[in-house]
């Protein structure tokens, strides 16, 4: 009676083949929008946004007496329409002012997000079924603490980019009905996973772009320059440039090449005379590292032989 013996198991490779794969698909683009956020300006932002993420893991952290998280995802440009398409059809929006950009922008955390701190912060357990409505009188003057908290982070976090002084001005549960901006507004919306004990859900921040371009142009900006510090460099320049005058070069001065068969180069003797090709009228080359800088004449200087720089016929021309 024959008998089959289990392979060995392997660990499987796909899904590191998958992670690979998923890292590689490409990104679509619209060339009727081209992308108008810079990489330098990304960069700000995300620094920015990354600040802000971990000082709202602090604020979830001690308002709701357990462990939260708070971490940067991504920073994209979209248009409004986009932004709003993206969430879901009842959500929790805060809408904020956000001069001096004179306009507005939004903080949006899913609603069971939104309940689920609302009952940690009112002593409950932060059960995960949590009922899915408007919030009571008592929950939005609760949730709006920690919202202001939160917009006073935002505030500290973006101060490198924008003074921004953020003020709640509504709050909205279906996105379609907050109207912050025009469908085809290019906004910068920031995505952020935020993780109450083992849940975890997504929120973004969104801000417009139009607003934000100024201020990031003026934040990229190199810094102004004192007088003193004017003068440091002015001095530093003098001394660098005396210095490369006092720098020992090599100079040739010869003349033009000329070309010699294998025979004629084998049959060379003591004696023998080459008829070189540079004529007698034309000047000869001063040359450093192979590069031809100027012409001149030879000559002599007392005891040593010396050139005399020239002008060629077109440069005199």
Same mark, same amino acid.
């Given at each position: 009676?024959?008998?089959? !013996? *289990?392979?060995?198991?392997?660990?499987? &490779?796909?899904?590191?083949?998958?992670?690979?794969?998923?890292?590689?698909?490409?990104? &679509?683009?619209? /060339?009727?929008?081209?992308?108008?956020?810079?990489?330098?300006?990304?960069?700000?932002?995300?620094?920015? /946004?990354?600040?802000?993420?971990?000082? !709202?893991? %602090?604020? /979830?952290?001690?308002?709701?007496?357990?462990?939260?998280?708070? %971490?940067?995802?991504?920073?994209?440009?979209?248009?409004?329409?986009?932004?709003?398409?993206?969430?879901?059809?009842?959500?929790?929006?805060?809408?904020?002012?956000?001069?001096?950009m004179h306009a507005r922008?939004?903080?949006?955390?899913?609603?069971?997000?939104?309940?689920?701190?609302?009952?940690?912060?009112?002593?409950?357990?932060?059960?995960?079924?949590?009922?899915?409505?408007?919030?009571?009188?008592?929950?939005?003057?609760? =949730?709006?603490?920690?919202?202001?908290?939160?917009?006073?982070?935002?505030?500290?976090?973006?101060?490198?980019? #924008?003074?921004?002084?953020?003020?709640?001005?509504?709050?909205?549960?279906?996105?379609? /009905? =907050?109207? #912050? =901006?025009?469908?085809?507004?290019?906004?910068?919306?920031?995505?952020?996973?935020?993780?109450?004990?083992?849940?975890?859900?997504?929120?973004?921040?969104?801000?417009?772009?139009?607003?934000?371009?100024?201020?990031?142009?003026?934040?990229? !900006?190199?810094?102004?320059?004192?007088?003193?510090?004017?003068?440091?460099?002015a001095r530093a320049a *003098?001394?660098?440039?005396?210095?490369?005058?006092?720098?020992?070069?090599?100079?040739?001065?010869?003349?033009?090449?000329? *070309?010699?068969?294998?025979?004629?180069?084998?049959?060379?003797?003591?004696?023998?005379?080459?008829?070189?090709?540079? &004529?007698?009228?034309?000047?000869?080359?001063?040359v450093v590292d192979g590069?031809?800088?100027?012409?001149?004449?030879?000559?002599?200087?007392?005891?040593?032989?010396?050139?005399?720089?020239?002008?060629?016929?077109?440069?005199?021309?």
């Open positions: 009676m024959l008998s089959s !013996a *289990a392979a060995p198991s392997r660990p499987d &490779p796909a899904p590191a083949g998958r992670e690979r794969r998923r890292a590689l698909n490409p990104v &679509p683009y619209d /060339f009727r929008r081209p992308i108008q956020l810079s990489r330098e300006h990304a960069r700000m932002l995300q620094v920015a /946004f990354d600040g802000f993420a971990r000082q !709202a893991t %602090t604020v /979830f952290t001690s308002a709701l007496r357990t462990v939260c998280s708070v %971490t940067l995802v991504s920073v994209e440009q979209r248009t409004y329409a986009e932004y709003v398409d993206s969430l879901d059809s009842s959500t929790y929006l805060t809408l904020f002012s956000a001069e001096p922008g939004v903080l949006e955390i899913p609603l069971v997000a939104v309940m689920t701190s609302i009952d940690h912060m009112l002593g409950g357990s932060g059960a995960a079924t949590q009922p899915e409505r408007p919030l009571s009188d008592i929950e939005s003057t609760v =949730a709006r603490s920690l919202i202001e908290r939160l917009l006073g982070e935002m505030r500290y976090s973006m101060a490198g980019v #924008v003074p921004l002084e953020p003020v709640v001005t509504g709050v909205e549960y279906s996105p379609q /009905f =907050a109207q #912050v =901006a025009s469908a085809a507004d290019v906004m910068v919306v920031a995505v952020l996973d935020l993780k109450i004990g083992e849940r975890e859900w997504r929120t973004t921040v969104c801000l417009p772009f139009g607003g934000l371009l100024p201020h990031l142009v003026r934040a990229s !900006a190199p810094a102004a320059v004192s007088d003193g510090e004017r003068a440091q460099q *003098a001394q660098l440039n005396e210095g490369f005058q006092r720098v020992p070069v090599d100079v040739a001065v010869r003349a033009r090449p000329t *070309a010699l068969g294998p025979v004629d180069l084998a049959t060379l003797g003591v004696g023998d005379v080459i008829r070189l090709d540079h &004529p007698a009228a034309a000047p000869l080359e001063v590069t031809t800088f100027a012409h001149a004449t030879a000559g002599t200087r007392g005891p040593r032989l010396a050139a005399l720089i020239v002008g060629t016929p077109k440069e005199n021309a």
